[in-house]
């Protein structure tokens, strides 16, 4: 009976000291929403304020709702909170206090993150490609700090930016990358070998482009488009990706050459009129004619041709008149000979003279001309030898 009322007054008093324990650790009021900005946040939060306790506590957090993820969070034994951000995905937290007796818990607190971060990129940029046997691709997401990979929706052992993809398993993969809030998926087919290069297929000839500045004219290069392996000549011009030449230039050569053509033929001529009256002249052998007889000569040519002008009628034909200038003219060229015989026949023997004549460069032709002329004139007698001197 007595250890019947023993074990009943100890139940009560164990009961008795229950809600004692139980408000050990006292949580008052609610934490607010937390805004963080780049870098380190200090003391975004002292949570002494709000938890209260006789003995010594030990804090404590853990993910509220929307998770942690890309938050660091250091809290120092004054209960004071140091927060970084990693990135701007949505989270939240939940501060909890200890002093070994009870645990007491805050509020589920919303973190805003106002800090600017880089645009979270996938790379490759699309949503399926084809690879071949064991051929290794790089799959890579930039601006997160935490990459998550799943292949055919089974998480890998990869937590970095970058995965390189490579298998040999000839079927369609499914690859997905999560980083903080956004997913990006590719669908990679791999093809045999044998399948993307047949043993017996042929490989179209590689087509060499032309190259402009190696001066080789290539393909459609033209003076235009390349005049530095196309170039025209200096007396031509780029019309139309065309070498047209000079009109004004083609034509000033041309007429250039007429004239010097014009000049080198009357410079002959001089030079043979001039070289054949010297001839004459030097036939004048022991001739007394002076500049004054040369001059008379001159006066007689421009008298035939003044007769001959006088003579000429209105009903006399073109060889008439063609045959009477030759005529003149046969007469003027037999003037130096005529006066050398009617000079020297007096004197000198007939046969002598003609010899000289015909060593200076008559024709036989030419002195029996003259000696006919002068015999018409009665000037041409010489029956007579006497007194006469070899010439």
Same mark, same amino acid.
């Given at each position: ?7 009943? /007054?100890?139940? #009560?008093? /164990?009961?008795?000291?229950?809600? $004692? ?12 929403? #937390? =805004? ?12 002494? !304020? ?30 004071? %909170? ?14 909890? $206090? ?5 645990? *007491? +818990? ?5 973190? #805003?993150?106002?800090?600017? /971060?880089?645009?979270? =990129? ?17 799959? *890579? @997401?930039?601006? $997160?700090?935490? @990459? ?5 929706? !089974? ?6 930016? !970058? ?6 398993? %000839? ?5 997905? *990358?999560? $980083? ?9 087919? @791999?093809?045999?070998?044998?399948? &993307? ?13 032309? &190259? ?26 780029? #019309?139309?990706?065309?070498? !047209? ?17 014009? @000049?080198? &033929?009357?410079?002959?001529? =001089? ?33 035939? /041709?003044?007769?001959?002008?006088? +003579? ?59 000696? *006919? ?19």
């Amino acid at each position: 009976m007595k250890r019947g009322l023993i074990f009943l /007054f100890l139940f #009560i008093l /164990f009961s008795l000291n229950l809600p $004692a324990q139980s408000d050990t650790v006292v949580f008052n009021g609610t934490i607010p929403e #937390i =805004t963080l900005n780049e870098g380190i946040n200090k003391n975004v939060v002292d949570l002494s !304020v709000y938890f209260n306790s006789s003995n010594q506590l030990t804090y404590k957090f853990k993910p509220g709702e929307f998770g942690l993820e890309g938050v660091d969070v250091s809290i120092n034994s004054n209960g004071k %909170v140091d927060m970084i951000p990693r990135s701007k995905k949505a989270k939240s937290i939940i501060f909890l $206090a200890d002093d070994d007796l009870t645990v *007491a +818990e805050s509020n589920d607190i919303k973190i #805003i993150v106002a800090a600017e /971060f880089p645009a979270i =990129t996938f790379s490759p940029n699309t949503d399926s490609l084809q690879l071949i046997q064991n051929e290794a691709r790089n799959f *890579a @997401v930039s601006g $997160a700090d935490n @990459v998550q990979w799943f292949l055919d929706d !089974v998480l890998l052992n990869q937590t970095g930016s !970058v995965y390189s993809f490579s298998k040999n398993e %000839v079927k369609l993969y499914n690859l997905k *990358a999560v $980083a903080d809030n956004f997913t990006k998926n590719w669908i990679i087919s @791999v093809l045999a070998e044998k399948i &993307v290069n047949p043993p017996n297929a042929t490989t179209e000839p590689e087509k060499i482009e032309p &190259v402009c500045g190696n001066g080789i004219k290539e393909g459609n290069e033209n003076c235009s488009n390349c005049a530095a392996d196309v170039s025209c000549s200096i007396n031509s011009e780029c #019309i139309n990706s065309i070498c !047209v030449v000079k009109k004004d230039d083609f034509n000033f050569g041309l007429i250039s050459w007429l004239v010097l053509f014009a @000049v080198l &033929v009357i410079a002959i001529v =001089t030079g043979i009129i001039f070289i054949g009256k010297r001839k004459r002249r030097n036939l004048k052998i022991e001739s007394n004619e002076t500049i004054t007889d040369e001059k008379n000569i001159f006066n007689k040519i421009i008298g035939v /041709f003044k007769k001959d002008k006088k +003579e000429i009628s209105s009903d006399q034909t073109g060889k008439e008149l063609y045959e009477d200038k030759t005529k003149s003219l046969e007469e003027i060229e037999l003037n130096p000979l005529i006066s050398y015989f009617k000079t020297n026949l007096n004197k000198y023997k007939k046969e002598d003279l003609i010899m000289q004549s015909l060593k200076q460069g008559w024709k036989q032709e030419q002195v029996d001309k003259a000696l *006919a002329k002068l015999e018409n004139t009665g000037d041409g007698n010489d029956n007579t030898n006497e007194n006469k001197r070899v010439a």
